[in-house]
């Protein structure tokens, strides 16, 4: 059973989001909050599995919760969703820490599977916003266009361009013919120099030190 918990400042939302969710049987919603402020206090006694949340929020907007969640609490997952796609939201969000960005008028289905996949370990980025992603990260003011190989080995290249295109690691494990703990294992390498925590991190740094090229996504 996966546990999740719903952040977003209309109940209106909150409600409809758990009914799609709930839909699920192998989904469960365990806690909602109508703020940052509100979830952070929540994590004191709940402990789901990934927290699905609203960016543009009074008190404690999303990408500062995402921030907090990230540095106290490691290990939930956390999906960005809102009616927003712009650019500087979206790549705050990422660079936060958000595993995802959902817009609200994804299809219930895509929901569930954004859910599902991120716990298997997939970055899920509506399509809607892929490319101005992309555009952002190399945009950056402190791009490098000398490309900075923070001294990655070939592999671990090799396994940054398949995580940038949104591979989990069975995925990556099943195109490189390696297990799938060897393929976990150069992951944490990989999160330890790029000195980042989740895939999507790995994924817009990577793109902005020029590591992984745009015609390879």
């Keep these: 059973?996966?546990?999740?918990?719903?952040?977003?400042?209309?109940?209106?939302?909150?409600?409809?989001?758990r009914k799609i969710i709930e839909s699920d049987p192998e989904i469960k919603v365990i806690g909602y909050a109508n703020n940052g402020a509100e979830l952070i206090e929540?994590?004191?006694?709940?402990?789901?599995?990934?927290?699905?949340?609203?960016?543009?929020?009074?008190?404690?907007?999303?990408?500062?919760?995402t921030r907090n969640i990230r540095r106290d609490f490691p290990n939930i997952h956390v999906l960005a969703l809102t009616t927003y796609d712009d650019d500087e939201w979206v790549f705050d969000a990422l660079q936060a820490g958000a595993e995802g960005y959902l817009l609200k008028d994804l299809p219930p289905d895509q929901l569930i599977q954004a859910i599902k996949g991120t716990m298997k370990g997939n970055a899920y980025i509506d399509p809607k916003v892929t490319k101005k992603v992309i555009k952002q990260a190399r945009s950056t003011t402190d791009y490098i266009e000398s490309p900075r190989d923070f001294d990655l080995t070939e592999r671990e290249r090799e396994i940054l361009v398949l995580i940038a295109h949104g591979l989990s690691n069975a995925d990556v494990a099943e195109q490189l013919f390696l297990s799938e703990g060897t393929i976990r294992n150069y992951t944490k390498s990989i999160f330890k120099k790029l000195e980042v925590t989740t895939r999507t991190q790995a994924a817009v740094l990577a793109i902005k030190y020029g590591l992984v090229k745009l015609d390879q996504i």
């Design 42 to 65: 929540l994590l004191a006694n709940l402990d789901p599995d990934l927290i699905l949340l609203d960016l543009k929020m009074p008190v404690m907007n999303g990408i500062i919760a």
């Design 1 to 17: 059973m996966i546990k999740v918990i719903l952040c977003d400042d209309q109940l209106i939302v909150i409600e409809g989001l």
